[in-house]
């Protein structure tokens, strides 16, 4: 019989689809070619490594939607302490609480894990093809649905979860296992203390932790990280 927290365990990786892409033949819009190109109210950008898309505290006036790379969300605190709390890729939308109008600022910042590549929409623009494209618009309550489970599945993580559980889950996050498509066995390079941000431990457990995997032979790691499906078992195991 499985247990509400070993089900947990078990669905936290699986379930990690993002929205999917769907062909609209009925009418004229396309919301893939939409996210593809620029356009009205529309920008490509190109961000290298490390450079900030948007700041905490800044003016939200724009969505931005993810074409190529991953990007980390970070917030700090009153106190200055800073945690990373998201760490998002293709496929993703980020910044998307500004198309509410309640949230006028910027409730983290942005910044390039790797090179990527984003299409900025203006926030008059995407609020207007949410209302006039429903084909847009079920893309994108689809992305949020997804996004809402995530933030689910990570709270039930952090409950129930060792710290161990939780370093495996965002390695494997990372490698895209559990979505669709064949997942990217090797993974851009991360900090361990922005790794330890995210699942709520120090530094020094998550070297700890690292070096167990590598000599079970779950991940290598020399400058980039290489992740094996095998490391599903530190998260199936009881």
């Known amino acids: 019989m499985i247990t509400t927290h070993t089900a947990a365990r078990a669905r936290v990786v699986t379930s990690q689809v993002p929205w999917k892409k769907r062909n609209h033949p009925h009418n004229g819009f396309d919301p893939e070619s939409f996210l593809a190109t620029a356009g009205v109210g529309r920008t490509l950008m190109n961000l290298q490594k490390k450079q900030v898309l948007f700041s905490q505290g800044e003016l939200a006036n724009a969505v931005f939607y993810i074409q190529k790379g991953k990007l980390k969300l970070t917030v700090v605190s009153g106190n200055g302490k800073e945690a990373t709390i998201a760490l998002l890729g293709a496929g993703e939308f980020v910044g998307e609480s500004c198309v509410a109008a309640a949230q006028p ?23 207007r093809v949410l209302h006039e494209e429903h084909a847009f618009s079920d893309v994108f309550v689809s992305f949020l649905l997804a996004r809402n489970a995530r933030i689910q ?17 965002i390695l494997l996050l990372l490698a895209q296992f559990g979505k669709e498509g064949k997942p990217e066995k090797v993974i851009p390079k991360i900090s361990q203390e922005a790794l330890a941000d995210m699942i709520g431990t120090t530094r020094s457990r998550v070297s700890f932790f690292m070096n167990r995997f590598r000599k079970l032979g779950f ?11 095998s490391l599903l078992n530190v998260i199936l195991h009881d």
């Open 105 to 127: 600022l910027r409730q983290a910042t942005a910044a390039a894990v790797t090179d990527c590549e984003v299409l900025r929409i203006a926030r008059k623009d995407m609020v």
């Open 153 to 169: 599945e990570d709270l039930v993580d952090q409950l129930f979860n060792s710290s161990e559980k939780r370093l495996a889950r």
């Open 219 to 229: 991940i290598k790691y020399n400058g980039s990280m290489e992740i094996h499906s």
